[in-house]
């Protein structure tokens, strides 16, 4: 078991994203996931992701404020405690058009070659 306290937490960046600030709070560290690691995302009014793709799928769920989701010419606004799924390939741009905060976790697999 892993136990890692949200001070410990590392910052990355995420390609085409703006306005945002990431934590890394588990994986890429012995003892941790070995299928997934889980970031932490707090995107300020503004911020946000894309238009891209990636080619395995991620899960988004928000805690805190909102985010809006497009895709395929469709438009969502996930809120507090929401959640969604993006399939490998599919194309997604997201943005917090709110003036609030968005903190959102994200769970995303490993790439093939970092696989235990």
């Given amino acids: 078991m892993l136990i890692k306290r949200f ?5 990355y960046e995420a390609p085409n994203h703006w306005d945002v600030h990431g934590l890394r709070l588990q994986g890429f560290e012995d003892g941790g996931p070995t299928n ?7 995107f300020l009014p503004g911020g946000g992701a894309g238009p891209d793709s990636t080619p395995f799928e991620k899960v988004y769920v928000v805690l805190e404020g909102e985010m809006t989701l497009e895709w395929e010419g469709k438009i969502e606004v996930l809120r507090a405690m929401d959640s969604c799924t ?3 390939g599919q194309e997604r741009r997201i ?6 905060v968005c903190k ?4 995303i697999p490993y790439p093939s070659e970092a696989k235990s």
């Fill in 104 to 107: 959102m976790l994200v769970v």
């Fill in 95 to 100: 943005e917090n058009k709110s003036n609030h």
């Fill in 36 to 42: 997934q690691w889980i970031g932490y995302s707090q």
């Fill in 7 to 11: 001070e410990d937490a590392q910052p």
């Fill in 86 to 88: 993006v399939p490998p």
